[in-house]
């Protein structure tokens, strides 16, 4: 009986410390599924969009120039934003792909409903 009653607040003291675990483990899972998650799918996405880029696609870049892709480069892009101006960018400095530039080879291949090979 003493045995009993002196494990009494041992007990108590695990039964926070699952509590406090628990709730450390959701607030975890929270912060992965609200934060983490969607910051990778956007990272992958951007990363995606960076490596598809290609001559005549029209880009905005983190600065909010607009222009046409001239030249794609392993790490930057030259972008003419005007009849006569060329400016060199880091291909991480392109926010966004506004229209993408598809050839005449790949209309045709569009509406004969035949699908590109890559």
Do not use: H, W
């Amino acid at each position: 009986m003493i045995n009993l009653i002196g494990s009494l607040p041992l007990m108590q003291a695990g039964g926070q410390m699952f509590t406090t675990i628990i709730t450390f483990g959701g607030v975890i899972a929270i912060f992965y599924f609200l934060i983490i998650r969607p910051q990778s799918k956007r990272q992958k996405e951007t990363q995606r969009m960076i490596n598809e880029l290609k001559k005549f696609d029209k880009v905005v870049t983190i600065g909010g120039i607009r222009g046409i892709v001239q030249t794609v480069k392993e790490t930057t892009v030259i972008i003419k934003v005007d009849d006569n101006t060329k400016i060199e960018f880091s291909k991480s400095a392109v926010a966004s792909v506004l229209e993408k530039y598809e050839s005449k080879s790949d209309k045709i291949d569009a509406s004969s409903g035949e699908e590109k090979d890559k």
